[in-house]
């Protein structure tokens, strides 16, 4: 009897903090009518947001106006006064200017956001700017309506449950005219986080994303627009999506790459923990070092965030361990707004390279920003079990072997389990999202031009490869050679971008048969 009725008693005390957690997040928004008009530029405010709705407004500079009893009840949080926006008038509206004006008005009770904004209407883009406003209605509106943890051991296939999810966030990227994006520099190196500075061709590197292939054609591109004195101002870097957060999309072009989150796991483990540090590729080994989440950098995991790369890309912040418990793995916790932060991602960036369509994402970007086939050239940076490298910052500067990847059945099943799963939830479904993305920037460029762009393409990569190839010399020679000059002459930087001297003969012969 004891035992039964302390069971009761657990599950009453279980219900009430699924209750309260519920509660908190819809505190904002029961028996009020708000305007929210968004002044700042400030992103991390969960933990605010959990505690105190109204501060965590506050912070942001929302103006909310609340009037409980009639129309003409209203106090005023925030910044400035309830209807000030003649003083936000030179700052445009998001897309057009990065930090804009946008308002949002929600009724208690409608469920469906209600957002002013011609940004949002035409383009199908939330901005920076409403991301918080509607992380706040997911929270509210559909949270109150479902549990705030998914048991992944209760869903039939998770990874079919997470890819359909993120096949419905995908959008079509738009094209550029090279006049919004191509602005002149002296150097490749510029500050970065600012709304003065983040301007020009950006390139934030997913670690184990083909990253120093693609920062090899980010900066191709940049040499070919410029002008004769002068290259596109462009920034590659190993930095978090948060540092682009405040940026003018009219004068700025953000891009990343993204790679299947076991995929991109496994080639971190194999290419840092085996192939540098020369450790044993043993089970055990393996599946320990798929859980590291201490280094932001060269880790494998995110820190709870729904994955690695969503923590990584990301332009709003996503506090540590809101979507994952170590004590409880098989769950992803607050689902619906783990799908808000993916949905936020791809609409962050202007495009999004799927690793594993690389010549159809490239061929896609060229169209996209009316670029020459010869500007995508390319050459692998790193191929497993065929090259070698070193750390770039070890004082060794000792070449060694990228040891190809071996995944045993023991792994496999690890990979394959709903622990590793949830842990990745939120990588799935943005890599789903991207690879959505791409098929429908495809269908708007049309499919006919793609096909034929990406066939010429393949085919000048051909002759590229055939010609180039013997020439191309990387920062390590195929027996392990350190040769960091003939790199420098070889290379735009380290090695990425090797090839690109073989590349501009090419252009030459290439223009001449067309």
Not at 106 to 130: C, F, K, R, Y
Not at 358 to 379: C, H, R
Request: aromatic share 8%; proline share 4%; charged share 25%.
């Amino acid at each position: 009897m004891t035992i039964a009725i302390e069971a009761s008693r657990s599950r009453r005390r279980g219900l009430i903090s699924v209750c309260i957690l519920i509660l908190l997040s819809a505190l904002a928004f029961i028996g009020l009518k708000m305007e929210i008009t968004y002044t700042a530029d400030m992103y991390s405010i969960l933990d605010l947001f959990f505690e105190s709705p109204d501060s965590a407004y506050a912070s942001l500079g929302y103006r909310i106006n609340r009037n409980p009893e009639d129309e003409e009840g209203v106090n005023v949080f925030g910044k400035g006064g309830a209807h000030d926006e003649d003083k936000n008038s030179d700052k445009g509206i998001g897309e057009n200017k990065g930090i804009g004006l946008e308002t949002l008005h929600h009724d208690p009770s409608d469920n469906d956001i209600q957002i002013e904004s011609p940004v949002v209407a035409e383009t199908g883009i939330m901005s920076n700017e409403l991301f918080f406003a509607f992380v706040n209605h997911t929270l509210s509106a559909s949270d109150a309506h479902a549990p705030p943890v998914l048991n992944l051991t209760k869903l039939h296939d998770p990874l079919f449950h997470a890819r359909s999810i993120g096949r419905s966030l995908g959008r079509a990227y738009q094209k550029r005219n090279s006049s919004t994006w191509c602005f002149p520099t002296n150097s490749y190196r510029t500050p970065i986080g600012t709304l003065d500075t983040n301007v020009g061709l950006l390139y934030v590197k997913t670690p184990k994303a083909a990253s120093s292939t693609i920062a090899g054609v980010v900066m191709r591109i940049s040499s070919r627009h410029g002008s004769s004195m002068r290259q596109c101002r462009e920034k590659h870097d190993h930095i978090r999506g948060s540092m682009y957060a405040v940026r003018d999309r009219s004068q700025s072009f953000l891009l990343t790459s993204l790679r299947d989150p076991t995929a991109r796991a496994i080639s971190r483990v194999f290419f840092t923990r085996i192939s540098e540090h020369g450790n044993k590729p043993s089970d055990n080994n393996i599946i320990r070092y798929l859980n590291d989440d201490r280094d932001p950098q060269r880790g494998t995991v995110g820190p709870g965030t729904g994955g690695f790369q969503m923590f990584y890309l990301s332009t709003a912040v996503i506090e540590k361990w809101i979507h994952y418990n170590k004590q409880n793995e098989e769950m992803v916790v607050y689902p619906a707004l783990l799908r808000a932060y993916v949905k936020n991602i791809v609409d962050s960036y202007d495009f999004i390279v799927v690793v594993e369509r690389m010549d159809e994402s490239l061929v896609a970007l060229q169209l996209l920003m009316g670029l020459d086939p010869t500007d995508i050239l390319y050459a692998n940076a790193k191929t497993a079990g065929r090259s070698y490298t070193y750390h770039k910052k070890s004082l060794r500067k000792k070449c060694y072997l990228v040891q190809k990847s071996i995944i045993s059945d023991t792994v496999r099943a690890y990979l394959d389990g709903t622990s590793w799963i949830a842990r990745n939830y939120g990588d799935f479904i943005l890599h789903a999202a991207a690879d959505a993305s791409l098929d429908a920037t495809i269908e708007s460029l049309g499919r006919h031009q793609f096909e034929e762009a990406l066939k010429n393409y393949q085919e000048l990569k051909a002759r590229a490869d055939k010609m180039c190839s013997p020439f191309i010399k990387f920062p390590c020679s195929l027996n392990g050679t350190l040769q960091d000059d003939l790199a420098r002459e070889n290379c735009y930087k380290k090695d990425a971008g090797c090839g690109y001297p073989c590349f501009d003969r090419l252009v030459m012969s290439h223009k001449q048969s067309v």
